[in-house]
């Protein structure tokens, strides 16, 4: 999303059971929660990755590849290609990033500059242990002057990669809007509605009317709501029925239901609906610290202080779900 990069942060990520599933798909993917049905850690800082971020690939007790975040996380399904692997994670929806991946011919082992990188590891929630070996968890935030050492110790070929990730016209050109993993979805769950023979015809049209914003749910969102919260556009015309809970995770009655839903128009549904902003129940407006000010700021969108308003007692339960399972970087 950002149109002036940032200075980019480094991650560490363990992929030993699905290195090769990741590398081969261009991604990163974690489930949302634990075994437990509880949040993790590691798995939040799927959603603090922003485009241009490096990440260090540790396999086997080595790092063996390098890569850039290409965009922020996206909800997603377990990857089909996991098969078997992962059978106690909870639930099986994640979060992808998309990465471009650079496998290293240096593939250096940390246990063995353990002397060097043992005094610049964080305090908590570091990625190796004092002897050398990963941690077991996911994904780790590494601090900067980590970060460069990796890539001095590695050597030229990941210097190359890291000074073309960062700031060039190319890398630039190659940041994407990685929707396909939600798109997938959605396509899934409209193939579900179109074979169900329990769903009749005319609900199945609602119900697809839904997914797009429109039809009798847009018609019940209006009866609460008459502007878009953030522009105050009125013109219907130009308004979108927006999922607070997105329709591909909702239940068919959740889908229809008015309360569900906010008036808005399109530039600030895609923020929304891909978790750059989100309300506080008091109506406060919330932005992810992955979004782009200056790209916010081009379309509108106001500062951090900006009130949109109140929500029905339903619209706040909703809300509670987005913040939790869509907004880019969960509210403690």
Same mark, same amino acid.
């Given at each position: ?26 991604? @990163? ?6 075994? !437990? ?20 690939? +540790? ?22 290609? +996991? ?23 240096? #593939? ?26 990963? !941690? ?21 070929? #990941?210097?190359? +990669? ?12 190659? +940041? &994407?809007?990685?929707?396909?993993? &939600? &798109? ?25 009317? #839904? ?50 839903? @906010? @008036? ?12 750059? &902003? ?17 790209? @916010? ?36």
């Amino acid at each position: 999303m950002p149109d002036v990069l940032r200075e980019p942060k480094y991650w560490w990520v363990n992929q030993n059971q699905t290195f090769k599933q990741e590398f081969e798909g261009g991604y @990163l993917w974690s489930p949302r929660k634990n075994k !437990n049905g509880r949040y993790s850690h590691y798995y939040e800082n799927m959603r603090e990755v922003a485009p241009g971020d490096i990440i260090f690939s +540790f396999v086997g007790r080595k790092i063996k590849a390098i890569s850039r975040a290409r965009y922020c996380a996206v909800p997603s399904p377990k990857p089909e290609e +996991f098969g078997n692997i992962g059978p106690h994670w909870h639930p099986t929806l994640g979060w992808m990033v998309s990465v471009d991946y650079k496998f290293l011919g240096n #593939a250096i082992s940390p246990r063995d500059h353990m002397g060097i990188l043992a005094p610049l590891q964080p305090a908590h929630y570091a990625p190796l242990q004092a002897n050398g070996d990963g !941690n077991q968890a996911y994904l780790f935030e590494v601090p900067k002057e980590m970060g460069e050492v990796l890539v001095g110790l590695i050597g030229p070929e #990941a210097k190359e +990669f890291v000074l073309r990730a960062h700031g060039s016209a190319d890398s630039i050109s190659k +940041f &994407i809007d990685n929707t396909r993993p &939600i &798109i997938d979805w959605e396509n899934a769950e409209q193939k579900k509605i179109e074979s169900d023979p329990r769903i009749v015809p005319t609900e199945k049209e609602r119900l697809t009317k #839904a997914r797009l914003g429109q039809g009798i749910f847009k018609q019940r969102v209006m009866k609460i709501e008459k502007v878009c919260r953030i522009t105050k556009v009125s013109n219907p015309e130009h308004l979108i029925g927006s999922h607070i809970k997105p329709w591909r995770e909702s239940a068919n009655d959740e889908r229809l239901d008015g309360e569900n839903g @906010l @008036l808005l128009t399109p530039t600030v549904d895609h923020l929304f609906d891909h978790g750059f &902003i989100s309300f506080e129940n008091s109506g406060g407006l919330i932005i992810s610290p992955v979004a782009d000010r200056f790209s @916010l700021d081009k379309m509108g969108i106001p500062e951090v202080g900006f009130n949109a308003g109140t929500f029905t007692a339903q619209q706040k339960h909703y809300l509670d779900f987005h913040r939790d399972m869509v907004f880019l970087q969960r509210t403690k």
